[in-house]
């Protein structure tokens, strides 16, 4: 099996070295193609604006001057000499979960790998922020990812479906388990806007990451990880709300 690991925390990431230690307990055929630098929060974007550089670290690793998107694109396209069975982007230092997924540059390389045809899975590792100045501690991750994705690798999945894995913040041995999960929500609205000037006394603004308002409704990801369990939810690129088809077609008939 030839496997494709990406991320969107860059090449020098802690959770890449983390992913690779998992990918090889599949396979020896392994490629990287990544970020050069951090990419989080990118979502699905592409560079259309300027030039994208590779760069060779070893054989069969690489960095792109990019973003996620553009790191699948070029492994697929220059870097690889055939496509992958498998592509895996993460394991990301914090969480992807709910509405998060929209602004995650980690999922969004697994929906580009999705769009090839490839069987693509995101994994994120969510951690406690007061734990964040001591580092994120990717011990479930390690403990649990060989667990969580074998059976992944023969499931059926229909095309344009990737699978989003995110594990709690908690020892590997207190892992609880696994499950199948749906997409959770997340209320942003109390989301804070810091404000500053820099040393050349022009003011800038940062966005905060405060903690976010979420209702555990059940079955969902964010009830999972509140109750120590690894979440699994698969994701579809059907962004269509068919249920209101109906309604609007009605709006515009003659």
Request: charged residues 25%; contains cysteine; negative net charge.
């Amino acid at each position: 099996m030839r496997i494709l690991l990406t991320n969107d925390d860059g090449i020098r990431a802690p959770g890449l070295e983390v992913l690779e230690g998992i990918a090889r307990k599949f396979s020896d055929d392994i490629w990287i193609c990544a970020p050069d630098e951090e990419q989080s929060g990118m979502g699905h974007a592409l560079t259309l604006t300027r030039p994208v550089r590779l760069r060779k670290h070893d054989d069969r690793r690489f960095s792109v001057t990019g973003t996620p998107t553009d790191s699948v694109t070029m492994g697929l396209r220059k870097v690889m000499d055939g496509p992958p069975d498998l592509i895996l982007s993460g394991v990301n230092r914090g969480a992807n979960l709910g509405d998060d997924i929209t602004y995650s540059g980690t999922v969004s390389a697994a929906i580009e790998g999705a769009l090839a045809g490839i069987r693509s899975i995101a994994l994120s590792q969510v951690y406690a922020k007061e734990g964040l100045g001591n580092g994120v501690q990717f011990g479930a991750a390690v403990e649990w990812g060989e667990r969580v994705l074998a059976p992944l690798l023969d499931t059926p999945l229909p095309k344009r479906t990737l699978v989003n894995i995110n594990f709690p913040p908690r020892p590997g041995s207190e892992v609880r388990g696994i499950r199948a999960t749906r997409q959770g929500f997340h209320d942003y609205s109390r989301g804070t806007v810091v404000e500053g000037r820099d040393p050349r006394g022009f003011e800038y603004f940062w966005f905060g990451l405060d903690p976010i308002e979420h209702t555990l409704d059940h079955g969902t990801d964010l009830e999972a990880i509140e109750e120590g369990f690894v979440s699994v939810t698969p994701l579809h690129l059907d962004l269509t709300h068919h249920a209101s088809l109906g309604a609007l077609g009605e709006r515009y008939e003659d």
